[in-house]
């Protein structure tokens, strides 16, 4: 069975410090996709970035990129110079390929919350 | 761009009344799914479809039930209100199986609280 555990419950970290949320998943599938999507206050689900399981390199949007180490099956958020519009929750979620129904299930969230 | 377009956006019900919270997107996707988001917490799959006539059930279908007869709308049906159903909920939808690299669109969300 697939599974996503987010370890964090809540971060406090200094505005410009960088940040890194953690994610730890299982897979029997060969080929899975890695998603982090913000919650922000307001409610909405913005996605973030995506890594591919065959992707050779790690996936960078802006200031955001995905530290993914494989073996460990580990997909980490890191957030550089953070701002205080960064304050958020945040899901690391999974995605299969080969099964039929296809799935995306969700990690239970990390709740960032970034001081002045 | 409409995407994922959620109705309501808030509603009260009491016990054992029953709705319907609509779905609808323009993006041709022929996956959606319905989550429920409870304070605090992450999204639990309640219902998906692969596909105009296909739903299968998720993590925590119990009291809830869908349709999928076009590929734009996934309604998502509440027979019997009970408060345990109160929460956020969300509908998605995303490219079919073989697009792994396709993130799910969400829409804005229903706020439903059950007295």
């Known amino acids: 069975a697939q599974k996503i555990t987010q370890t964090q419950p809540g971060m406090f970290v200094q505005e410009k410090e960088a940040v890194t949320l953690d994610c730890t998943y299982d897979t029997s599938d060969p080929s899975y996709g890695l998603f982090w999507y913000k919650q922000p206050s307001s409610g909405e689900m913005i996605f973030l970035i995506y890594?591919?399981?065959?992707?050779?390199q790690n996936a960078t949007e802006g200031r955001y990129s995905l530290n993914f180490q494989k073996a460990r099956k580990s997909a980490n958020l890191v957030i550089s110079a953070s701002q205080l519009g960064d304050s958020a929750m945040y899901f690391c979620?999974?995605?299969?390929?080969?099964?039929?129904?296809?799935?995306?299930?969700f990690g239970k969230g990390t709740r960032l919350h970034i001081l002045p | 761009n409409a995407g994922v377009t959620q109705t309501p956006k808030f509603r009260i019900l009491k016990i054992g009344q029953s709705m319907t919270l609509q779905c609808t997107q323009d993006?041709?996707?022929?996956?959606m799914y319905w989550y429920r988001q409870d304070p605090g917490m992450g999204l639990k799959l309640i219902y998906y479809s692969v596909g105009a006539g296909i739903t299968d059930k998720g993590e925590v279908p119990n009291g809830y039930n869908v349709s999928r007869s076009t590929t734009e709308d996934f309604p998502l049906r509440l027979e019997l209100a009970a408060p345990s159903q109160t929460s956020v909920y969300f509908c998605?939808?995303?490219?079919?199986?073989?697009?792994?690299?396709?993130?799910?669109?969400f829409g804005d969300g229903t706020r439903l609280s059950i007295l």
């Open positions: 979620a999974m995605r299969g390929t080969m099964n039929r129904d296809d799935k995306i299930i």
């Open positions: 993006m041709n996707h022929n996956y």
């Open positions: 998605a939808s995303s490219r079919g199986q073989g697009n792994s690299n396709q993130p799910q669109h």
């Open positions: 890594q591919g399981s065959y992707d050779q």
